[in-house]
């Protein structure tokens, strides 16, 4: 069993290092075998704004995400964080991405730190490219007037070959009756748990599907002490009792098959060349 954070970030609260490691150490002390990471610097219209700005294009967001996850390519996966609002899709980025594609898994756009709703003309590029790369992209759901997820809807339906997930299942709400609607007209919309009550996301798995939902913390966004928030102690214990398939599709199976997360084959036999040195002992 590999437990999958599907939504974490790195970003200067206070420093990159600081927010790497962080997410390793958490990991670590939580069982969780593989994080997504996207970078919050990259924010146009940075909403935390307890730290001084520190604005980075989306080629320097990706780099700093891949530097990372070069040094843990078992541990850590890449989103590229897209800025649309001030930032066309350049020919150097796309290099970029295609030169590092076993890195990245997929793609992240926030509309409240972007000012902007993804119905908006300027993303049309953006998910045309998407629809070729076939990774998914991460939206950032809330009750705002530029994040509802009816807007992510109307996208799904436009752009139907793109896999989108939907952060936080709608935040700022606990009325989730909208999202598990929406949800259940798309086929091609996911969900992640950052922010969400475990019996929010048994609702998802029960009402629209066991495939639909994944585990997804924000992690370290609220510091050293984001896993330990009561909303994913749930998880982590299971409190709901979900039967053991339910649990693992959630925890990780869902992410993993979402987003093309392999881990490398521990079982295989040794290799001839170790048999050999053997026999000289
Ligand atoms: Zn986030």
Redesign the pocket.
């Given at each position: 069993m590999k437990i999958i954070d599907a939504?974490?970030?790195i970003a200067h609260w206070p420093t990159l290092a600081v927010t790497e490691a962080e997410i390793l150490r958490s990991m670590k002390e939580k069982g969780i075998a593989f994080s997504l990471i996207?970078d919050?610097d990259c924010s146009e219209y940075p909403s935390l704004d307890s730290y001084p700005p520190h604005h980075v294009s989306t080629l320097e967001g990706l780099k700093h995400c891949l530097t990372f996850a070069k040094k843990y390519p078992n541990r850590i996966g890449v989103l590229v964080w897209i800025n649309p609002h001030h930032e066309l899709l350049t020919p150097e980025l796309i290099r970029c991405i295609h030169d590092n594609s076993r890195y990245i898994y997929g793609f992240?756009f926030?509309p409240w730190e972007s000012q902007m709703r993804i119905t908006n003309p300027r993303l049309v590029p953006y998910l045309r490219f998407i629809t070729l790369e076939h990774k998914p992209l991460?939206v950032?759901t809330a009750k705002d007037k530029y994040s509802s997820i009816r807007y992510l809807g109307m996208v799904a339906t436009r752009f139907p070959k793109i896999r989108f997930v939907a952060?936080?299942l709608q935040l700022c709400t606990d009325d989730k009756e909208e999202a598990i609607r929406t949800l259940k007209l798309h086929s091609n919309l996911y969900a992640d748990t950052?922010w969400v009550k475990m019996s929010d996301a048994k609702r998802v798995m029960d009402e629209v599907g066991p495939d639909r939902i994944m585990f997804?913390t924000?992690n370290p966004?609220d510091g050293e002490h984001t896993l330990d928030n009561p909303i994913y102690e749930e998880y982590f214990a299971n409190v709901l009792d979900l039967s053991g398939k339910e649990w693992r599709a959630l925890m990780g199976g869902n992410a993993a098959k979402l987003y093309g997360i392999r881990f490398p084959d521990r079982t295989k036999k040794p290799q001839k060349k170790t048999l050999l040195l053997d026999k000289k002992k």
């Amino acid at each position: 069993m590999k437990i999958i954070d599907a939504h974490a970030h790195i970003a200067h609260w206070p420093t990159l290092a600081v927010t790497e490691a962080e997410i390793l150490r958490s990991m670590k002390e939580k069982g969780i075998a593989f994080s997504l990471i996207s970078d919050c610097d990259c924010s146009e219209y940075p909403s935390l704004d307890s730290y001084p700005p520190h604005h980075v294009s989306t080629l320097e967001g990706l780099k700093h995400c891949l530097t990372f996850a070069k040094k843990y390519p078992n541990r850590i996966g890449v989103l590229v964080w897209i800025n649309p609002h001030h930032e066309l899709l350049t020919p150097e980025l796309i290099r970029c991405i295609h030169d590092n594609s076993r890195y990245i898994y997929g793609f992240k756009f926030h509309p409240w730190e972007s000012q902007m709703r993804i119905t908006n003309p300027r993303l049309v590029p953006y998910l045309r490219f998407i629809t070729l790369e076939h990774k998914p992209l991460l939206v950032h759901t809330a009750k705002d007037k530029y994040s509802s997820i009816r807007y992510l809807g109307m996208v799904a339906t436009r752009f139907p070959k793109i896999r989108f997930v939907a952060a936080h299942l709608q935040l700022c709400t606990d009325d989730k009756e909208e999202a598990i609607r929406t949800l259940k007209l798309h086929s091609n919309l996911y969900a992640d748990t950052a922010w969400v009550k475990m019996s929010d996301a048994k609702r998802v798995m029960d009402e629209v599907g066991p495939d639909r939902i994944m585990f997804g913390t924000d992690n370290p966004v609220d510091g050293e002490h984001t896993l330990d928030n009561p909303i994913y102690e749930e998880y982590f214990a299971n409190v709901l009792d979900l039967s053991g398939k339910e649990w693992r599709a959630l925890m990780g199976g869902n992410a993993a098959k979402l987003y093309g997360i392999r881990f490398p084959d521990r079982t295989k036999k040794p290799q001839k060349k170790t048999l050999l040195l053997d026999k000289k002992k």
